[in-house]
């Protein structure tokens, strides 16, 4: 067989392409193959799945049915439908608890980014055992809330505080701190910060170390500065980091209970009061726990739209590249 002859019949006997995609379809499975995949996923997923109904969807439910009744928390349920709804969106004490929440967030946010970016580069830098200063840093996060609350009520207390005395050596006069209305919600702005910080320099350091140190030292031959490669580089590079951080201090921003509840239970005069609270004070305090499922629903809903904008904004400033 000649050369020709012989390249003429392998040809012959190969499939197609069109045979080949034909092939690598996939076969159309019967009633039972489905019926058994889908067990088979829900056994892998059950260790979780039973976790996740008994102690999230199924509250949620049962919180979401309790919000349309009056409840005290020990006789029967009367049904009163959207109701409780109605007077928290009507109650003036309900927009300030919010008011205060938001007020939170926007001095909370920028601090504890800042805050850790600067920990995050300063640590991502050749320094003499930054292993144990990352240590350090980081253990206040690990550290109980009610123990970091009563500390900074210590240090910020007007009269014997460490803060105050530091600042009478300067000449300032301290102010009143959680004893202040205009101060309580500062105070605690200044102490999740700083528990907070060791978590947010942790996920940005984790960013820093991802990107590529060619691009530094090419901008440094074009002639770039520290702040042309913070802005122009780190930034850009770090931004699903920022993305994760600004999310979840944003969920967990809306959530704020613990060190408001120890450091000043939401007074003075209710100037610290935030939704949580509001939702505790309802259900423990006033026997309201219709109403204050209810609230919760509507805590629910509001970080829920502000989560679906941010992942629907995500695109135009997140760079996953």
């Not at 979401?64 to 020990?74: C, F, M, Q, R």
């Not at 009163?80 to 938001?102: C, I, K, R």
């Not at 959680?178 to 320099?201: E, R």
């Not at 939401?266 to 505790?280: D, I, K, L, T």
């Amino acid at each position: 067989m000649t050369l020709s002859a012989a390249r003429v019949a392998a040809s012959a006997e190969s499939p197609s392409p069109v045979e080949k995609e034909i092939s690598r379809a996939p076969r159309k499975r019967s009633t039972k193959q489905r019926a058994k995949y889908a067990l088979t996923i829900a056994l892998f997923l059950l260790p979780s799945l039973i976790p996740l109904l008994a102690f999230i969807i199924g509250p949620m439910i049962a919180a979401a049915w309790t919000s349309l009744h009056e409840w005290n928390l020990i006789g029967p349920m009367k049904w009163v439908g959207l109701d409780n709804y109605t007077t928290l969106l009507t109650d003036p004490g309900t927009q300030q608890a919010f008011l205060h929440t938001v007020y939170y967030i926007v001095g909370y946010l920028p601090l504890v980014y800042i805050g850790g970016l600067a920990l995050a580069l300063a640590l991502n830098a050749k320094l003499k055992g930054r292993a144990v200063l990352r240590g350090v840093y980081f253990l206040p996060v690990v550290t109980s809330w009610v123990v970091v609350a009563l500390v900074w009520r210590w240090l910020l207390n007007p009269s014997v505080g460490v803060v105050n005395w530091a600042l009478g050596l300067i000449g300032i006069q301290g102010p009143g701190w959680y004893t202040d209305p205009a101060w309580s919600m500062p105070s605690i702005i200044l102490a999740s910060a700083w528990k907070d910080l060791g978590f947010v320099m942790v996920i940005l350091l984790a960013g820093l170390q991802t990107i590529n140190p060619d691009l530094y030292e090419a901008a440094e031959i074009d002639g770039a500065g520290w702040w042309r490669r913070l802005f122009s580089i780190t930034l850009p590079m770090l931004s699903p980091s920022t993305f994760f951080v600004v999310v979840l201090s944003l969920i967990n921003g809306f959530q704020v209970f613990d060190q408001v509840y120890v450091m000043t239970g939401g007074g003075p005069n209710n100037s610290s009061r935030v939704v949580v609270q509001e939702v505790y004070d309802l259900t423990f305090r006033y026997g309201q726990a219709g109403m204050a499922s209810a609230l919760s629903w509507l805590l629910f809903i509001v970080i829920l739209i502000i989560t679906l904008i941010q992942f629907r904004g995500q695109k135009r400033w997140v760079n996953y590249a």
